[in-house]
């Protein structure tokens, strides 16, 4: 299903028609049901009770949609994931109290002892350390590829591999992968196939139609939108969620508070909106970037200067607003720079209103980068001023 195609209905009764992302966020077909409230109340409370015994039983035996504990089940969280399935085309969500939670979950539901996955060798950090070190401890090994190169996936085939893990684009270089390519791969021989798709969020990738089996995002980027929550989401199969919910979900115990929860389905309102904005900001800045002469290449999968850039056309409908570029200078000037901007906040996430400032020397698996890679995220200021804030503090640079 093309990911601008979103299913309308959630219950059997109602029609199904597809439509917008911008659409599907304005008109929920669950915004009116409760009494008319424009907002979903916020079911603030950790126990739910029964008044007959037959009720608690039928709860407790059902499939476990109905609340009984909000660590298994809360309204406000259960009607952020009905929304958060619907935008981006999948069955079934769950939500967690941080992406790394939705990670770490994810991996281990389809790991055991003895066996392999293989994960891009630019993928998020912790997620890496996640598989280089913490799951090692029981047995799991992992061997890191470069992502852009499908023979390097083939290469890294054992015959204990069960996860194939993605993240596309990564989020320092942002390389792609060719996600129809990895997908039949790893069906061909048996790995279940999760990706990292905060990136693009919802609106502007959608993995199943490449036969992706898992999706998550991290919250706490663009979708919550606003740098106020921590949060995770993992969308797939009614199969696959049902089963990581009856154990690791609920054994773990990484759940979404109903306050974040809340605070999400606001943000996801004006989600389309925003990545609209955010796209024009972070194109605008890049491609001023792409003329400064101390700037050696940029990093961003919308221009046409990216080596995937036709890939990047083929799996996403539009490009976000983080990237990188490369310079001959140190990181020491670079940083000196950094704190000359004025606009730009110095700190490590992204997806909020406020523009971001990173410096780096290199990454894993492109050690070859010289000097310093820079990480930008742009925000929802205007990207002229953000353009004159990088030509005053790049006056200063020893060129
Ligand atoms: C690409 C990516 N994935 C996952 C995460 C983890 O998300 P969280 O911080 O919500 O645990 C991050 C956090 O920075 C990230 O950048």
Known sequence: MDSNQIRM????????????????????????????????PIYQNSLFTFSTYEEFDRAMTGNGDIPVYSRGHNPTVQQLEVRLAALQGGEKARCFASGMAAISTAIMAHVRSGDHVICVNQAYGPTRELLSVFLTQYGVETTFVDGTSMDAFQAAVRSNTRVMYLESPTTQTFRLQDLRACAELARSIGAVTIIDNTWATPCYQNPFEFGIDLVLHSISKYIGGHSDIIGGVLIGSEETISRINRSEYLLLGGVMTPHSASLTMRGLRTLPLRMEKL???G??????????????????????SHPQHELAKQQMHGSSSLFSFETDLPPEEMKAWAGRLGYFRIGVSWGGYESLVTVGRSVPGYESIQGSIVRLYIGLEHPQVLIEDIMQASHGLDI
């Open 279 to 281: 796209e024009q900001n």
């Open 9 to 40: 209905e959630d219950e059997d009764n109602v029609p199904r028609r597809a439509v917008d992302p911008s659409t599907r966020v304005a008109h929920d077909p669950h915004d009116d049901e409760h009494q008319g409230a424009v907002v979903m």
């Open 283 to 304: 194109l605008t800045v890049a491609r001023h970037l792409e003329q400064l002469p101390f700037v050696r290449k940029v990093n961003h999968p919308g221009l046409a």
